[in-house]
């Protein structure tokens, strides 16, 4: 088993009791089979079971404990790859295709967060897109330009605008509007809760370590306490650990990335409307506020794949991001509580891993890799369930596995 975090989470302290599900004890049968637990593979599973697919769940640990507890619940329509450069990537269709749906995704995960009968920490923000420096700030105009082109709700501040909302002054920035924030933990919960009353079955404990498929076509997946589930489609939900896959499908890089949360803050008044912030600069800090008055931020990627176990080490990455965090907005005061390093993917061409396995018939793959993956799983669970059902879907040509854009990279 991979590991995917170390040090010490801020949102598991902020679950109440958390619902067990039973490992798989016999051996079964369904329509669909989604391995992994975490982010994607809940939010597959909520919309197949909404959408009438009989669909059973298995995770090896427990829901949500893989990478998505080590998420910072940052829910945005724009990607890593800003959209300008996307359009000479992939073409300026394709392109705002990708980034109306990421904005479409973010308002369905508002109506999902909404319709849970728990409060999740689901609540809209915009987000502040800032220079990190003078020489960014051509390129960060084009990609208002190409935002607005595309029917997105942006705004353009100058290093003024920006100065009147917030204790700091950068050389300009695009705000979005219609993003959000979310505490990942509580909402993949929520969710699996909520499927499992309508009728998902989820298994936890529960590790796939054999796929093969019998005569008829029907996948058998076995279990490494030795049971047997046979489905008619599979669904990799797996998140950063298809080790036999890279290379081969997945075309992706590994680093890991560093994350702090501050107690509680007295003041967060010169914090404007709470936005989300990021920058241009790569790998970009982003920082966050949660309900209860803490600053969430996260950074300083570096290009090796295993989480910092070193806690002094982890230590100095955290003073290292709250000194930036005060020098942007010197008043706050309350010191650092939590602290964690964690595994972050990216692929090579910025674009998730969504679609069918090109080799293997009625296999498909939610990787939804990159700073985006929650947004991107939100797509992903409706395209498997529309070529599940063997409907067709807008953008399975640009997400697929066996893009054009991959082969080049
Ligand atoms: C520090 C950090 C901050 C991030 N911030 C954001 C953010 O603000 N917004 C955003 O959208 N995204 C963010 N991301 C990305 C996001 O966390 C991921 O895209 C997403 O959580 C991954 O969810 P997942 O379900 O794919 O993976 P995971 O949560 O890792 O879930 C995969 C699950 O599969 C299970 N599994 C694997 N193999 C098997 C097997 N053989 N049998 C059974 N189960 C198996 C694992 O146990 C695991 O629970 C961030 C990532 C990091 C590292």
Not at 38 to 58: A, E, K, P, Q
Not at 183 to 209: C, K, M, R, Y
Not at 240 to 256: N, Q, V
């Amino acid at each position: 088993m991979k590991e995917l975090h170390t040090g010490n989470l801020y949102w598991p302290v902020t679950l109440g009791s958390i619902r067990e599900f039973a490992p798989v004890r016999q051996n079964k049968k369904t329509q669909v089979a989604i391995i992994g637990g975490g982010m994607s593979g809940t939010i597959c599973s909520y919309v197949f079971n909404r959408s009438g697919l009989s669909t059973i769940m298995l995770e090896r640990g427990q829901v949500a404990g893989g990478t998505t507890s080590a998420d910072t619940g940052m829910l945005q329509f724009s990607n890593d790859f800003m959209l300008c450069d996307l359009i000479e990537q992939i073409g300026e269709r394709d392109a705002q295709a990708l980034y109306r749906a990421c904005r479409d995704a973010v308002n369905m995960l508002a109506i999902t967060a909404n319709s849970l009968t728990v409060d999740v920490g689901f609540r809209r923000r915009s987000s502040l897109y800032y220079a990190s420096t003078e020489q960014d700030l051509p390129k960060l105009k084009k990609e208002y330009e190409t935002l607005k082109g595309c029917g997105l709700d942006v705004e353009f501040w100058s290093a003024d605008d920006i100065a009147k909302h917030f204790p700091f002054r950068k050389p300009g920035a695009i705000v979005t509007h219609g993003d959000a924030e979310v505490n990942p933990l509580l909402f993949v919960n929520g969710l699996a809760n909520a499927a499992a009353d309508s009728g998902l079955v989820i298994h936890e404990q529960t590790d796939i370590v054999g796929h093969d498929t019998l005569p008829g076509g029907l996948h058998r997946l076995r279990t490494a306490d030795g049971y047997e589930i046979e489905a008619e489609h599979v669904v990799y939900a797996v998140g950063y650990e298809p080790e036999e896959l890279r290379g081969k499908l997945i075309k992706a890089e590994l680093s890991r990335s560093f994350v702090l949360v501050t107690g509680v803050q007295q003041n967060l008044l010169n914090w404007h409307e709470r936005f989300l912030i990021w920058e241009t600069a790569r790998p970009y800090l982003y920082m966050r506020t949660t309900l209860d008055g803490r600053i969430v931020i996260g950074g300083l990627d570096e290009k090796i794949e295993q989480p910092l176990h070193s806690e002094q080490e982890r230590h100095k990455r955290s003073e290292n991001l709250y000194g930036q965090l005060k020098e942007l907005f010197p008043g706050l005061q309350a010191p650092i509580e939590f602290e964690w390093s964690a595994t972050f993917g990216e692929s090579r061409d910025g674009l998730p891993f969504i679609g069918a396995d090109p080799a293997w018939k009625n296999v498909y793959y939610c990787l939804g890799y990159g700073g985006n993956g929650s947004v991107y799983s939100m797509i992903a669970a409706h395209l498997l369930r529309d070529l599940i059902r063997g409907d067709e879907h807008p953008l399975t040509g640009i997400v697929k596995l066996d893009r054009k854009s991959l082969a080049t990279v």
